[in-house]
């Protein structure tokens, strides 16, 4: 979809979590004047009272049809194992021509799970922003976080083509690059880019915490940058990524399989000697990684292609 020059404007953003996703849409809304008013929604005390000190809310509630009551943009940003009960419990004050989206990385289990508690006027764009960081809670959040980031929308079949528009421009306006895409194919492509990296990453690191026991902190001790990489993708949330997996089995299981086999094709590559199936590997998968870089998906700097991130509290 080709991008839209006039930005919209919502009178009332709520934000259902207010972590570091949630925090980052609200402190991006208004470094692009997007909105006239932001409210968001925690169950932890500490959490609304953060959410308020910091500027990036005015007000929070800890109920989430207080919070949504006459909201014309809402944007669910919790664990995707709550979406049920979210919906259930907002779906009384959600305002006539409301635009419900969300953030969560796996998008089948939207329609299943809170589809049916939006109720008749209100349009459902589920989306998922590809951007993050291991960092959680509103302190975590950051303006620059979705700029020259793709942000997948995944409306289906009936959505209302003006609100899918509506929500292209505002998430647009926020900084990103914007994706259509169907649901299903959404969560395979989501499956191998990064939920299997995560699982791999929970597992290697695993591996080495029970090595620690037998080579007696040299684990910890030598780790050099791969492992440090994969302590810090292993280093997000588990709560997050227990509901990711349990609602993406299908096919996080397929690119497992498939990761699986080739791996054992590795491990036979290894056992034998084939340098030249070594070599042919190796070098595919860093043209690869020099192809991510030219398309601006990351940068080439020393610290891993990681880009830095603000050190401060957002104003």
């Known amino acids: 979809m080709s991008p839209n020059t006039e930005a919209p404007h919502f009178k009332r953003l709520a934000l259902i979590g207010v972590g570091l996703i ?176 995560h699982l791999i990453a929970y597992n290697i690191v695993g591996t080495a915490d029970d090595m620690e026991t037998v080579t007696q902190g040299e684990v910890v001790k030598y780790s050099a940058g791969g492992f440090r990489d994969f302590t810090r993708i292993a280093a997000s949330d588990p709560e997050f990524w227990r509901d990711v997996f349990l609602n993406n089995r299908e096919a996080v299981l397929e690119t497992l399989g498939r990761f699986t086999e080739d791996l054992i094709a590795l491990q036979r590559a290894i056992r034998w000697g084939q340098g030249d199936n070594l070599l042919r590997l190796f070098t595919n998968s860093r043209d690869i990684r020099h192809r991510i870089i030219a398309a601006g998906q990351d940068t080439d700097a020393p610290d891993f292609g990681r880009r830095a991130e603000p050190t401060s509290e957002p104003d």
């Open 22 to 197: 949630g925090s980052s849409i609200a402190l991006a809304a208004k470094r692009a004047g997007l909105v006239d008013g932001i409210v968001g929604c925690a169950r932890s005390q500490a959490t609304r009272d953060k959410a308020v000190e910091l500027g990036i809310v005015e007000a929070m509630h800890e109920d989430p049809a207080e919070t949504v009551a006459g909201a014309d943009l809402v944007i669910v940003c919790t664990h995707l194992g709550s979406y049920g009960a979210i919906g259930k419990a907002m779906a009384p004050g959600l305002a006539q021509g409301a635009i419900v989206t969300d953030v969560g990385s796996v998008k089948g289990c939207v329609a299943r799970d809170l589809g049916p508690h939006i109720p008749d006027g209100v349009h459902l764009v589920p989306g998922h922003p590809v951007s993050g960081s291991e960092k959680s809670g509103p302190e975590a959040g950051f303006e620059t976080l979705f700029d020259d980031r793709w942000w997948i929308l995944t409306p289906g079949e009936g959505a209302d083509q003006a609100s899918v528009e509506t929500l292209t421009a505002f998430v647009q306006a926020l900084g990103s690059r914007v994706e259509i895409m169907d649901a299903k194919r959404h969560d395979l492509v989501l499956a191998i880019t990064s939920h299997l990296p």
